[in-house]
């Protein structure tokens, strides 16, 4: 079956720090989503990637789809601490979203 | 627009003792899921709804839980008799769409512990 890997589990950064995210999957995807998770709050949808290679942008935030559509990353350029929380991935949009088990991020000021 | 409300927050129950749950998704939208998420895990999928119609319902657990959409609007998740694995925060989404960008707004979640 897919599998689809999300890295790392947690991170900690200082604020001002970049941040990174990625998603690996053993087969080609049709689209893939990321969702944010504030502590004690529930997932909000941020952005839906289709095509190979593509790259879209949401202020410091950047998104990433690999050319085979295997793998994609968020980047959080300069960590503030309104970015505390749990990033996940999400694939199988179309139909059923399955989720990834998100990495945590936590910002010390 | 309301967004998708759940129904309690919290619930506390002992172990054999019965809990429904309960989502309003968002009016209009035909699809509803239902998810669940156990501490530092991932989001499960538990069943989706469209409409009244169970479309897929291979997340379910086992025959404790039940899931019910009755006219398509408003949905119910029992669990029945709940057992000490099933605390966790259950969380509802809905959506309009299937094709195409099938973009989910999520409930506040109901936080469900079993003693």
């Known amino acids: 079956g897919q599998q689809v890997m999300q890295i790392p589990q947690y991170q900690h950064v200082q604020e001002g720090e970049d941040f990174t995210t990625y998603c690996n999957s053993s087969?080609?995807?049709?689209?893939i989503q990321w969702y944010k998770q504030r502590p004690g709050g529930h997932p909000v949808f941020l952005i839906q990637l289709v095509k190979s290679g593509e790259v879209k942008k949401q202020k410091r935030l950047t998104f990433q789809f690999g050319e085979a559509k295997k793998n994609s990353s968020l980047h959080i350029t300069a960590t503030q601490t309104t970015d505390v929380g749990t990033y996940f991935c999400?694939?199988?949009?179309?139909?059923?979203?399955?989720f990834g088990r998100g990495t945590s991020l936590i910002v010390h000021p | 627009e309301a967004g998708v409300t759940q129904f309690p927050s919290h619930s506390v129950i002992e172990k054999g003792q019965t809990v429904t749950l309960r989502c309003d998704p968002i009016s209009g939208h035909d699809n509803l899921y239902w998810y669940r998420r156990v501490m530092g895990k991932e989001i499960k999928f538990l069943l989706h709804?469209?409409?009244?119609?169970?479309?897929?319902e291979s997340g379910m657990p086992n025959n404790r839980f039940l899931a019910e959409r009755t006219g398509g609007t408003y949905s119910t998740l029992k669990v029945q008799p709940a057992e000490l694995e099933d605390s966790g925060v259950y969380f509802c989404?809905?959506?309009?769409?299937?094709?195409?960008?099938?973009?989910?707004?999520f409930g506040a979640g109901s936080r469900l512990t079993v003693l």
């Open positions: 709804f469209v409409k009244e119609s169970k479309q897929d």
């Open positions: 087969t080609t995807l049709s689209n």
């Open positions: 989404a809905s959506s309009f769409r299937m094709s195409g960008a099938n973009v989910l707004t």
């Open positions: 999400a694939w199988g949009g179309s139909y059923i979203p399955t």
